[in-house]
């Protein structure tokens, strides 16, 4: 059976080979209690070991676990929406040259979505249209928020009508642990990832609700990674806000529940019972396999996870690993 997996990072050969001494992008390299960071004024990016494999190495692991597909994004720390434009521009253009290079050399193994400068929203658009027509990109990955922003602000209108009309996947992805919960953790219980980012994916699916974007851009394709976080477990509460908080509809936003089919998810919940009360509320059309490759937080062995779930039909599962990505995104 065939598998392809929506959730799998990499970076850019000239960012995890930088060589010590070198600049990229004004970012250098240093090691810090043996793991390897870029670097830059206070911002400290961790480049996961991973990164420096080859790409028949990273193959050889994706037969050791039977994906067939990594549909590839650069991972969160090449968002810098922080730093200046144009520098988040040039960033962006060696990210998805790099990940185009892959998917070029081994069109059976790799698939991409873009990075993008999503500080400014012309740029962005540029590089989107660049990356799906002028590169075969899949769509992008970007953050929950720019610099606070959500992404219903209206300065982000162009971005989403242009990702409409290009038919691009837009995957929703926080920057590491920098989430709403970070602040609250205060222990140190690392919190603000393990359920930070589903914090945040509930807060994303709400602003793109109550902010209009699913209802003025109809036929956008927008996944919520993380399983869309809290989303299918909130909609109750976002649906009583709706009917009784008048503010909620002043932009005339139909009720929340009715747009939870309206978008994607992956599979990353770590949990059956939650995988299925997705698919139950969601729809089993709305869920791709996800994996975090290779994070700790993922699924180490993503495509046995799945098959091994006993409150799954064969038909969910196959729609789950490999049948939903493929009719949507054409892998
Ligand atoms: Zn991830």
Redesign the pocket.
Known sequence: MRSIDI???IAPAAASHLPEGETWHGFTRQEMNGRQFLVQGDKRQWLHPAYSLTADERIAYMDSVNVDVHVL?T??GMYNYDLPGDVGAGIARECNDYVTELTRSHPERFSGMATLPMQDVNAAVAELERAVNGLGLKGAQIADHVNNKTLDHEDFIPFWSAAEQLGALIFF?QEGDDTIVKPRDTKGWAIDNSIGNLSDRVVTFATLVFGGVLDRFPDLKVCL??GGGFTCFGAGRLDRGWQVRSEARELGANIPSTYLDKVYYDC?THSEAVLRYMIDTAGIDRIFL?S?YP?D??IDSPTEWVNSLESLSQDEKEAILWKNLERVLGV
């Open positions: 959730h799998a990072h994004t991972w969160v992805h990674a993380h990353l996800g975090d994070y937080m993922g």
